[in-house]
């Protein structure tokens, strides 16, 4: 008669009450077995075992090793009970909205293009939608190539225009194609076969006075053209 196999012992609850506690918290948190733990902390496996149990306890200073190979503050290791203990953090809706509506925009001029900073009322956002109009046809006329911070989506509405990007082949896009892209990436639109085409661009940034810092970008360009 075959004997039925003990189940392996569950794991205590990962309270973080204890230090073995907060290790255990950790270790779940990342998915790691002892062992892995054991490899990155650089603490042989039984005894981190026993810590883990609360068997043992460390040294301040061991402590602080484990932390620092785990690329945490002290800090941060001690505060993982109380992280845990509030659960997942609800969402936070912050209800902003603006409409495109008339005398809702910031118009820019330039020699080259006509820009309308779209949702002027609402601040610190992190997309920034812009109508341009482009009347550059070549990159004699554009002047140096383009970099900002964030990323960027550009959709024909009219036209056709010329992309020219620092490590790319230059592409042509026509009314109802568009293109995304790394706007550190140095770029430029030209009017492509036309004698303007209108654009729709979005460009994204985490600072929160991103739409300024277009805004910056074009002004410095026209202090240049003085």
Known sequence: MTKKRPK?????????????GLIRLLRQKNGWTLRQMSEKVGIPLSTLAKVEGDKLSLTYDKLQK???QLGMTMTEFLGQSALASRGPSAPVVTARRSLTIDGNSIRVTTSNYDYEYLCADLREKRMVPILTRIRAHNLVEFGEPVRHRGEEFIFV?????EVHLQFYSTVTLRAGQGIYLDSTMGHAYVAK??????????????????????????????????
Request: aromatic share 2%; hydrophobic share 35%.
């Open 157 to 161: 509405l009219e036209g056709s225009i």
């Open 8 to 20: 392996p012992a569950a794991e205590p609850a990962n309270t973080g009450s204890t230090l073995g």
């Open 193 to 226: 076969d036309c004698e303007s085409a209108l654009v729709l661009g979005v460009c994204s940034g985490e600072a929160p006075d991103f739409d300024r810092e277009l805004i910056s970008l074009v002004e410095d360009h026209l202090a240049t053209e003085d």
């Open 66 to 68: 484990l932390t620092s």
